[in-house]
């Protein structure tokens, strides 16, 4: 008996997306199935950013759909479109931007920033279409990390800033426009905004995720910020210090209190490998973060490791994630990413704003 549409179809409905935990087909990954004289071509979109992994999920699909009998041979296409996901209601939207991911943290010290450029870049690899905005306005430090140097442009067709770009990264930062060696002093409306001008007033283009670098701390104008931005969710960084953890829940009150999903918790300079031995070395302390994770009922999102390189690559303009990607930090940099996509897609499903639609193959 001939193949049939619905035998692929009733085959995909069986198979599970690993990434989602949901099948192909209720996933509606599945854009089109076409069965020829002895060949099946499968086209799957991905909602999700997943660059690395086509060559994997092409196979498995492939593989199963071959199991059928009278399928000689099985052609999978897979392309990707990021989709945009709820956020605050009442908030302005930033035309052009599907997703808005805070990184945030109670207390300063805690490796804010460099989570949230190499969660970026992380992003990126995957073939997301990334910016980063540092709201960190008292301490900008993203263009220092991201190697970027010069003064951003304006467009003399709408007078819009357009933002700088490195490792395939957009980024605005009041370190980009100010004198290096001059302190910021400015009072909350001030801050604010400043910030309104890098949402309102920077050409981002179409953008699948952004990432805002948040001032550390729960004062008033982290509250604000978070109450007019809006956000598909938020990743507060911690480390595993009982200090840094009372810090964190504070964090995590903050953002319950405007209605902002915390997608959780990610344990910064959690250990560290010793070069010479190989040994695991837990220098602050263990598994706070994942505690108060639980207790708080929050996902817990991993460790990030103790690395020099981190150090070197962040001063250098090559953060980690560039600097030596097969490390162990920047490994737990991607699974960070992997893990706050799915938080996303599997928290805050449904397209709640028209932006453009981004296509990758």
């Known amino acids: 008996m001939a193949i049939t549409e619905a035998d692929i179809q009733t085959r995909l409905r069986a198979l599970i997306d690993p990434n989602t935990g949901k099948d192909f087909v209720s996933g509606k990954a599945v854009k089109k199935i076409q ?65 808005i991911i805070a990184v945030a943290s109670g207390k300063g010290g805690v490796g804010k920033s460099t989570t949230a450029v190499n969660l970026a870049l992380a992003l990126a690899a995957e073939g997301a279409n990334v910016g980063v905005l540092d709201a960190d306005i008292y301490g900008p430090s993203q263009q220092m990390m991201l190697g970027i140097h010069g003064r951003p442009q ?19 930062s009041l370190g980009l426009i100010t004198d290096p060696d001059t302190p910021v002093i400015w009072r909350g409306p001030m801050v604010m905004k400043a910030l309104d001008q890098f949402l309102s007033d920077v050409k981002w283009g179409t ?101 020099p390189k981190v150090v070197v690559g962040g001063d250098s303009g090559e953060p980690i994630f560039v600097l030596d990607p097969s490390s162990a930090a920047a490994l737990a940099f991607r699974k960070l990413a992997e893990t706050v996509v799915q938080q996303v897609e599997s928290g805050h499903a449904g397209h709640t704003h028209p932006v453009g639609e981004h296509v990758h193959a």
Not at 155 to 167: A, G, S
Not at 207 to 216: A, G, S, V, Y
């Open 35 to 99: 069965v020829g004289a002895g060949d099946v071509v499968v086209d799957i979109q991905l909602g999700y950013p997943a660059k690395t992994q086509h060559g994997y999920l092409r196979k498995m699909i492939a593989d199963d759909v071959g199991k059928l009998p009278g399928v000689p041979r099985v052609t999978v296409n897979m392309t990707q479109k990021i989709t945009s996901h709820s956020v605050q209601r009442g908030v302005k939207l930033i035309p052009g931007v599907k997703n």
């Open 154 to 172: 304006i467009d003399e067709t709408d007078e819009k800033i357009l933002p700088m770009e490195n490792h395939g990264v957009k980024t605005m």
């Open 207 to 307: 953008l699948d995720f952004m990432i805002i670098d948040l001032p550390p701390g729960t004062g008033d104008a982290q509250l604000t910020l978070t109450q007019k931005v809006p956000l598909s969710g938020a990743v507060v960084v911690t480390t595993p210090q009982d200090v840094a953890l009372i810090d964190a829940r504070k964090g995590l009150a903050m953002f319950r209190k405007v209605n902002v999903p915390v997608l959780g918790i990610i344990e910064n300079m959690s250990y560290f490998i010793c070069r010479h031995c190989g040994e695991r070395e837990e220098i602050f302390g263990h598994g706070g973060g994942r505690k108060t994770a639980e207790l708080l009922g929050v996902p817990f999102l991993g460790e990030i490791p103790i690395d």
